[in-house]
């Protein structure tokens, strides 16, 4: 069936504005399966549905949808570069980024050598992960990525106090943070000729430009905004600026991610108007999220059953390097009041990690043709076991040893399920430390 892209793009904004029109579903039992509808599996499987099921939005339409596939990217980038303000980031320790920087990195290590031995023994793997090199950074980058909403979500639903909550949030935020510049290696490798020959001079050149036009961007809105009167709608000038973003990094073939996300924090950092952009953020975002998922879910292919046995294989990796990382990092730090396992409490993801996999898609699938759509469905599979896996796992991260255990206490009541409202800054009020 052959639709045109101005059709399927209305169609998908017509089955965001119902996503954001539908009220909330009350659960009286928060289970795992819950968190994942609420964070929008349900349209992920929808676009699978219109996709390889019944092939109304095919490949040349989802080639035509790119632009607004990098539009979504650069969105969610520019959501989670909010979080940074430079005036509470500043405040956080240098033990908090080391244990953040330890715990990716290794998560990030487990699942690059994982996912290489797998490709090794199963050939069909190595087939549906190609090219090669970038596949498995990409796969790296996203292990070491967490999703700071997610987590936020998860504890809530498990009533976790706040102070808790914020302090695995921002954990969540580290990780993630060292996740994109990562995630910058797979990306600077797509450039056919490296500047001077070098790999290394070519990866360092496309980082100055990246972050050159994160800085034009932000600067572009500061320069806008200035010229508004005081009780100007800045919503119009935010939007304008992340097309201008997005459409930089997606030309450019640069990160839209990377790019908003650069350009929000300096916005955030320098602009009197921060509140206002935050604010234009969270009420966009369940539209932008519905459509960035449906066109997710359109892109979906299983090439291979293996598939789901590297997915779990991945997704267990992942998880013990992170409780490692945690476990045995505090211990050489003398850090003694640190939860022994208080890696897992950052296991859960979101769109940032589903965001990065379709920003591969972009840049090397040529809109979801050939190797893109397998890696895709790779990191949304392990985003869905993250998701699962996080309630018990986050519950398992506070628990303490049988010998300092003190009289049970009487469960908190779990908070009801709700769109996660995004933080008002990196780590608001809370003392910048990791979970205790």
Known sequence: MNVSPVLALAGLAAIGLL???????????????????????????????????????????????????????????????????????RRIGRITWLLAGLSALTALAAVTLGAWLLGRVVPALASAWTPRLPALLTLGAVAAASGPEAVALIARAVGIRKSLARAFSLAAALETACGALVFTLPLALHRAHPLGGHAALGWLAWLVLTAG???????VFLGLTRQLAERANVGLVLL??????????????????????????????????????????????????????????????????????????????????????????????????????????????????????????????????????????TIVLGVAAAQLAGPPLITLALRRPAASRAAPAAPAAAAPLRPAAPSAELSGNAPADWPR
């Open 19 to 89: 996503v954001t029109r539908l009220p909330p579903v009350p659960w009286r039992h928060v289970t795992s399966l819950d968190l994942v509808i609420a964070a929008g599996g349900p349209l992920v499987l929808l676009g699978l549905v219109l996709g390889p099921g019944i092939e109304l939005i095919n490949r040349p339409v989802l080639g035509g949808l790119a632009p607004v596939a990098a539009l979504a990217i650069g969105w969610i980038g520019a959501a989670f570069g909010a979080r940074f303000e430079w005036r509470y980031a």
């Open 213 to 219: 036009s994160g800085a034009l961007v932000g600067t």
């Open 240 to 377: 304008a600026t992340l097309l201008f973003g997005a459409g930089v990094g997606y030309a450019a073939e640069l990160s839209p991610f990377l790019v908003c996300a650069l350009a929000v924090a300096l916005i955030v950092s320098a602009s009197p108007r921060r509140h206002a952009v935050r604010r234009v953020l969270a009420d966009w975002e369940p539209l932008i999220y519905a459509i960035f998922l449906v066109t997710v879910g359109t892109l979906l292919t299983l090439p291979t059953l293996w598939l789901l046995v590297a997915v779990a294989a991945l997704a267990a990796a992942r998880a013990a390097a992170k409780w490692a990382a945690l476990r045995y990092g505090s211990v050489a730090l003398r850090l003694d009041g640190c939860a022994r396992n208080a890696g897992l409490g950052t296991v859960a993801q979101g769109g940032v990690a589903i965001a990065m996999g379709l920003n591969f898609v972009i840049v090397y699938g040529d809109g979801g043709a050939g190797s893109g759509g397998a890696l895709l469905t």
